[in-house]
């Protein structure tokens, strides 16, 4: 399995930025997808995830600014980031955790959970 992340870039303050996960492999329509972003000096945290129902959790620091989604017949996941600040400045990178038969409460949340990993993409976010 292989993840592409792609669409981060430099923007300014209060602008906006959607970044996309192609998936290629295996079908991922079962699948935890995850965004995770690291900043530099920073450990990795989560930020989004969209699990095979469609329903959709957030770190607190990006909800109601990001919308996570799947679309299931193009295996590939999206990250909406609007309003962006420099705090959101970092690498963001998808992951993608396939079904198991047990899951630990917002599993979804720990980054060792995840099977497979994208390369990261770089937001850059302007004052």
């Known amino acids: 399995v292989q993840l592409q992340a792609s669409g981060g870039g430099l923007v300014q303050s209060g602008g906006s930025l959607r970044l996309s996960c192609v998936a290629s492999?295996?079908?991922?329509?079962?699948?935890?997808i995850g965004w995770f972003r690291q900043a530099p000096g920073k450990e990795r945290e989560f930020v989004a995830a969209?699990?095979?129902?469609?329903?959709?959790f957030y770190a607190n620091s990006v909800k109601d600014r990001f919308t996570i989604s799947r679309d299931n017949a193009k295996n590939t996941a999206y990250l909406q980031m609007n309003t962006l600040t420099p705090e959101d400045t970092a690498v963001y990178y998808c992951?993608?955790?396939?079904?198991?038969?047990?899951?630990?409460?917002?599993?979804?949340?720990?980054?060792?959970?995840?099977?497979?990993w994208g390369q990261g993409t770089l937001v850059t976010v302007s004052s």
């Open positions: 992951a993608d955790r396939p079904v198991r038969t047990f899951s630990l409460p917002n599993y979804f949340r720990r980054d060792d959970e995840y099977n497979y």
């Open positions: 492999g295996r079908a991922f329509y079962s699948d935890t």
């Open positions: 969209i699990i095979w129902s469609g329903t959709r």
